[in-house]
């Protein structure tokens, strides 16, 4: 069974090894996140992570980078596959309950970011009505019943890698060393009231403690616990970080900072992608981390 956690982050006593400190998945695409104890490994990222999205009535994704209330939106994953799904603090719409929509019933054609539409099943009209009310605009709430009808970037992530409703790419791996450096640079510079940044801004799956910063933009291939990863591509970040996860204000870090430190083909970069190569595997809060394969990164990470 999975647990959910809060968002403290684990002490890593040795600053050398590498060890997975956190990890998190988002039920709801833009909408809060679940901090675990335990997830299980599938092919499209971890079990429950991003298999429910917003779209317009076009099909295509609705996310916070044009709603940032969608950050203070709270789902939880249900025994049945289903949602529970409360409104952002002082809000009296009231909680939604959600079922998981039946197996073989009618599609919707949906997009993420203009991309090849493929097949998603419909939550219904009263998800639709809920959602619709709380951002006033009409949307639909649809669940990603078959993850294969897309597949991540083939570029990167090569064939055949089925996709969830995220970005891109099956994981989002992040570092706590990074951050602290990130951390580092925005209190060194004028915006330095704006932080220090919380992991939770960049969205991860997976944290890891110890290390050096930036390591993770020549990792090529872990071994967490008993999964094994491979890393294909840095993360360019949007305006999601710079939106505080508690109040859903907008500012100007991490993305200022990032523009004078981490700032290549014009756009910003932090965390890295990742593909699981072992469906089925647990993770597990405390496992240790190997980097199996790496390269040098004197500029930046893969992209």
């Known amino acids: 069974m999975e647990g959910v956690r809060g968002w403290e982050t684990v002490v890593v006593t040795d600053p ?25 490994v599938e092919p499209w990222g971890l079990a429950g992570d991003r298999r429910w999205m917003l779209v317009d009535e076009t099909g295509e994704t609705v996310t916070a ?11 939880r ?3 049945d596959g289903g949602l529970e799904v409360s409104p952002p603090p002082g809000n009296d719409q009231g909680e939604l309950v959600v079922p998981r929509p039946p197996a073989g019933g009618r599609l919707v054609e ?15 009209h009263e998800a639709d009505a809920w959602f619709s009310k709380l951002l006033s605009e009409p949307v639909r709430l649809v669940f990603a019943d078959d993850p294969n009808r897309r597949q991540a ?8 890698v089925p996709m969830h409703f995220g970005d891109g790419y099956p994981l989002l791996l992040a570092t706590e060393a990074s951050l602290a450096a990130l951390n580092d640079l925005v209190a060194a510079g004028p915006k330095a009231d704006e932080g220090p940044l ?34 294909v591509k840095g993360c360019d970040r949007c305006a999601i970080p710079t939106t505080d996860e508690t109040t859903a204000v907008r500012r100007k870090e991490p993305t200022y900072t990032l523009a004078q430190h981490r700032r290549w083909d014009g756009a910003v970069w ?23 394969d790496s390269r040098a990164a004197p500029d930046g990470p893969p992209r």
């Open 198 to 231: 919380p992991m939770v801004r960049f969205r991860p799956n997976l944290v890891i403690g110890g290390g050096l910063p930036w390591a993770e933009d020549g990792w090529l291939r872990l071994r967490v616990g008993e999964a094994e990863l491979r890393v």
């Open 153 to 160: 970037n083939p570029a990167y992530a090569g064939p055949g």
């Open 77 to 79: 994953l249900r025994a």
């Open 110 to 124: 949906v997009t993420v970011f203009g991309r090849a539409s493929f097949g998603a099943s419909p939550a219904g």
């Open 65 to 75: 980078r044009e709603h940032r209330e969608m950050l203070l939106v709270s789902p």
């Open 16 to 40: 050398g090894a590498l060890t997975l400190t956190e990890l998190r998945r988002y039920p709801v695409k833009s909408c809060r996140g679940q901090g675990l104890e335990t997830a299980v």
């Open 270 to 292: 932090f965390g890295m992608n990742v593909v699981p190569l072992t469906p089925g595997a647990t993770l597990r809060v405390g496992d240790p981390v190997e980097v199996l």
